[in-house]
């Protein structure tokens, strides 16, 4: 039976954005594990699986249900020792977090203060636009038309801030080095993000994270690509 | 016989400051290995083992002889792989890179750019003096009392920066997870040689990033406090 990996959409079912579910399907791509992938809208989310979490992604395989990236990419890389590794062993496993972090603290926030977060907002369903715009506006104190102003003249500093991955794409194809690991698939799945909610281009054309991005949406018979950028 | 560390030092031969070289001592340290420092002015680097190398750190391991602090982390981990790891594995390996880019591009930036500089000027011997203000001055096209200024303004900016550390070590207690990796020399590396120059303290009392560096001090039997914080 394949493992089922429940993924967060807005109103379009096909287009899962969620960074953190994209990093989960392309982890599974990675181990070569046959999956289904199960559609669900913000305001679904507590229902998945009986209750069982709060958060996307969560997975089945068989019995066992876990959600949490980062875990189920844990989870996989023990359940499933034989398949191509996402971590590369234990100081692989541990150094991810520092990408994590890093990622999470460097590109989410840029992206989701940018016009990608009115996108997200606009593509969702009427009940779940309801519960974003309530949810985040009480993050951010103002509305989500105010947040977003000036994204693109924060442009520049966020490119800048991306110097310690540039510099390392530089030298080599992955973060993984010659070939990628799971801590590519955490910055991937930020820049899937983007590219699945809006059609705006955060990285210059001739930017090395770029080509890097390109090659993570080659991988795996084009997993990434499955879903269009967004028009 | 033991390993000896070639370690660059200003006018006292007792100070060794560079942070590579503090990443390689703590790396040895690490492993538990036998090693002597031989202290090295800048103006002497290009004849370390009869011009071996025209960087240091380097180490002589009997007849092998290793320049680079990542890659003698990476010789140290093949040819002692008996004692702890530095890298826990080939993921560990490869992600130690990222660590590594962020540091260099986060924090030797501003160190480099702060009244560290003028305070290894001046600790200098007359020859590396001169050395070191040529080539420096050249690389910045001004003069080092420029280059430092306003350092203090830029200060809670640097702080900022540190957040992607700062949050990881808010849950763990070293970048290797519950003991240290390589990686947390990297970025230990960084700190000393602002420690070890300078008095001034670039890290709020209460920063889990200052409790982090003082474990560090404290590993090996103190191995990072040899060196007194600069008065």
Chains 1, 2 share one sequence.
Do not use: N
């Amino acid at each position: 039976m394949s493992i089922i990996l429940y993924e967060l959409v807005g109103a379009d079912p096909a287009r899962p954005f969620s960074p953190h579910c994209w990093k989960t399907r392309m982890a599974l791509a990675h181990k070569g594990l046959a999956f289904e992938t199960s559609p669900v809208p913000f305001t679904e989310v507590p229902k998945i699986e009986d209750g069982f979490a709060t958060i996307v992604p969560v997975i089945r395989d068989g019995e066992r249900r876990i959600a949490d990236s980062f875990v189920i990419a844990e989870y996989l890389d023990t359940a499933y020792p034989d398949r191509p590794t996402l971590f590369g062993g234990e100081g692989g496993r541990v150094l991810s977090r520092f990408v994590e972090s890093w990622s999470q603290r460097t590109i989410h926030p840029f992206v989701s203060t940018s016009r990608a977060l009115l996108a997200i907002h606009d593509s969702l369903a009427a009940p779940d636009r309801a519960y974003f715009r309530e949810t985040r506006e009480k993050v951010f104190g103002q509305p989500l038309e105010d947040v977003v102003v000036g994204d693109e003249a924060r442009l520049e500093e966020f490119r800048k801030k991306l110097t310690p991955l540039r510099a390392l794409l530089e030298k080599q194809m992955f973060l993984g080095g010659e070939a990628p690991l799971f801590a590519d698939y955490i910055v991937f799945g930020a820049f899937q993000w983007l590219r699945v909610v809006t059609p705006w281009e955060v990285l210059a054309a001739d930017d090395v994270v770029a080509a890097w991005f390109e090659r993570c949406l080659d991988l795996h018979g084009g997993e990434g690509r499955k879903v269009s950028r967004a028009a």
